[in-house]
């Protein structure tokens, strides 16, 4: 059973300041990664998606790295701001075989980061 | 907003009560997906239709919830005999759904359900 963690599970940093969110997954068999914002009390927004053969991914001030062989990704924001204050999930999707259970989409717990002004 | 609803977005009901919640897609999206996500944890995959057929369920989908997507547009989750443990907000997304499953899913803002 793939198992996402993400570390920490609670980030605080001044406005301004350049910051890495971690998150590993234990079977690296993987098709895709994606990483997401959510916004309290609110839906997911996508912001990164990485393909099991690409190693990162960049948009804005985000920069999405995957390592596939030791199951890690990192999600960089560079020059933070408040407005990036939200919880930041990682699902990794497996998809292994035809029929039922093909599709495994597994999300970690998240890292709540808040960007102090 | 992503263009994805969900209704109603909140719904109180008491234990043994059997509810319903429905997701509008985004009108060209083939897929649509269904997450149920609990405090502090992050959304865990239920099912996912591609057009009108159901072609996934997790093992987290017990014979009390059924969903559809009829016309392959709207999308609905039923859950029978609430139990106070089902209490979580339940999340509807949708891709463009054309060819591989690398396609990027939009969110609805959820249906937060509370069984007292």
Known sequence: KQEVTQIPAALSVPEGENLVLNCSFTDSAIYNLQWFRQDPGKGLTSLLLIQSSQREQTSGRLNASLDKSSGRSTLYIAASQPGDSATYLCAVLLVKYSGAGSYQLTFGKGTKLSVIP | ?116
């Open chain 2, 1 to 116: 907003d992503t263009g994805v609803s969900q209704d109603p977005r909140h719904k109180i009901t008491k234990r043994g009560q059997n509810v319903t919640f429905r997701c509008d897609p985004i009108s060209e999206h083939n897929r649509l997906y269904w997450y149920r996500q609990t405090l502090g944890q992050g959304p865990e995959f239920l099912t996912y239709f591609q057009n009108e057929a159901q072609l996934e369920k997790s093992r987290l989908l017990s014979d009390r919830f059924s969903a559809e997507r009829p016309k392959g547009s709207f999308s609905t989750l039923e859950i029978q005999r609430t139990e106070q443990g089902d209490s979580a907000m339940y999340l509807c997304a949708s891709s463009l759904g054309q060819g591989k499953l690398t396609d990027t899913q939009y969110f609805g803002p959820g249906t937060r359900l509370t069984v007292l």
